[in-house]
């Protein structure tokens, strides 16, 4: 996946050549030192010639700048067309390069999820930044519903959806005992107490099982509880009992609307993100299953007219092949997708699979990106801004 495809011998008594072949755009870089003991140097950077430059150009005694000359032998690297594409490339070549470190090298921390604990007699659901995988690389433990920009995030929309439900929201070690005092949410009617046996086991356990299908849905099957008991009130002419209801989904409406469109239970979030390449009429396609991303390929528009195969053919291709659910660490690859997703600003696209994939939508969002590189290609043709005036140190 993403291999450094390009690559450079350094010799430092020909830096002017050397430099000089090398082109002024963003790539992910991985500089090979001359000891066979020592750790490769990689880097990510927005101007591959100028860094180098800085890197392997001449020692200036007077500078504390860090310099390479002495210690590279040569370079491996790829072009990167996107902020996306730089950040996945540079995470699969410091996951194969350092393993012991990768985290530390990308700040990499596992997005904010709900979880509802199944393990739990009383499941509740909470925040979480952790997810548990069994062998075959299926969450276990509960279901997650995710991801979100921020634990607080996550938090506000928990608190918000959990108005609709007597779930618990306390950490307290459930023990039913009719002594206990019970909590604030026990007393104002939003909890059905099993601390002091306010509920039987089943009826907890079918409060429960509203929740994962609210989660599951997202938001769906409540709303539509709420619509058929609407109809029912008013065909029965109790207008008092439709109207709290319409007041139910109106507020539901409202927590909806404030969630981002990514979040979703884990094992359902497939999508498909497009991005940018560094080749002409090219589009990088990275398929997201189950959370986990895909291995990426290009398609070249460029190429097509000659296949006897369609875009649209070579996206079915490409998005109906089953995944094995188990390849890639799922926190690590939600972070990636997340990270991604609430930049700002987003470069590229994004479309999710409902019931199906809604292809002309995404040939569409094709000919946008394609059409905007074009776009740009073109401004930076004119004098002055060309590669040599960007690549200038």
């Not at 370079?75 to 996951?95: P, W």
């Not at 849905?217 to 109790?238: I, P, V, Y």
């Not at 939600?334 to 199906?356: C, H, M, Q, T």
């Not at 776009?375 to 590669?387: D, N, R, V, Y």
Request: glycine content about 6%.
């Amino acid at each position: 996946m993403l291999e450094l495809d390009c690559g450079l011998e350094f010799d430092a008594g020909r830096t002017e050549e050397f430099f000089s072949s090398l082109p002024p755009l963003p790539a992910v870089c991985l500089i090979q030192p001359r000891e066979e003991t020592a750790e490769p140097f990689l880097i990510r950077t927005q101007n591959l010639q100028r860094r180098l430059q800085r890197l392997l150009g001449p020692i200036d005694p007077s500078s504390k700048r860090l310099n390479l000359s002495a210690f590279a032998s040569g370079l491996r690297y790829r072009l990167t067309g996107s902020a996306f594409e730089q950040t996945l490339t540079y995470y699969v070549q410091a996951k194969q390069l350092f393993p012991k470190r990768y985290h530390a090298m990308m700040r990499l921390r596992p997005p904010a999820v709900l979880k509802v604990n199944l393990r739990n007699a009383y499941p509740r659901c909470y925040v979480t930044r952790r997810i548990p995988v069994d062998d075959a690389g299926v969450p276990t433990g509960g279901t997650y519903y995710g991801p979100f920009a921020s634990r607080r995030s996550a938090q506000a929309f928990a608190e918000r959806a959990l108005d609709f439900f007597k779930v618990r929201r306390c950490q307290i070690k459930i023990r039913r005992d009719p002594a206990f005092p019970g909590c604030i949410y026990s007393e104002m009617k939003m909890c059905l107490a099993p601390c002091f046996a306010g509920c039987s086991k089943e009826e907890y356990d079918a409060e429960v099982q509203h929740l994962l299908q609210f989660l599951q849905t997202s938001g769906e099957s409540l709303r539509s509880t709420f619509e058929g008991e609407r109809e029912r009130a008013s065909e029965e002419l109790d207008f008092e009992r439709a109207s709290a209801l319409h007041k139910k989904v109106e507020k539901l409406d409202e927590v909806l609307r404030g969630r981002p469109e990514i979040t979703r239970r884990i094992q359902d979030l497939d999508a498909v993100i497009l991005q940018r390449t560094a080749e002409e009429q090219a589009i990088g396609v990275y398929a997201v299953r189950g959370g986990r991303l895909a291995e990426p390929f290009s398609l070249r528009f460029g190429e097509i007219a000659s296949q006897p195969r369609s875009a649209e053919q070579l996206f079915r291709d490409y998005l109906e092949t089953e995944m094995s659910v188990g390849e890639g660490d799922l926190g690590e690859h939600l972070w990636l997708v997340a990270k991604w997703y609430f930049s700002n600003p987003r470069d590229g696209e994004i479309f999710f699979r409902e019931k199906d994939w809604p292809y002309r939508r995404i040939l569409r969002a094709c000919s946008r990106l394609l059409a905007a590189k074009s776009s740009e290609a073109a401004s930076t043709e004119k004098p002055g801004t060309g590669p040599s005036s960007e690549g200038a140190p």
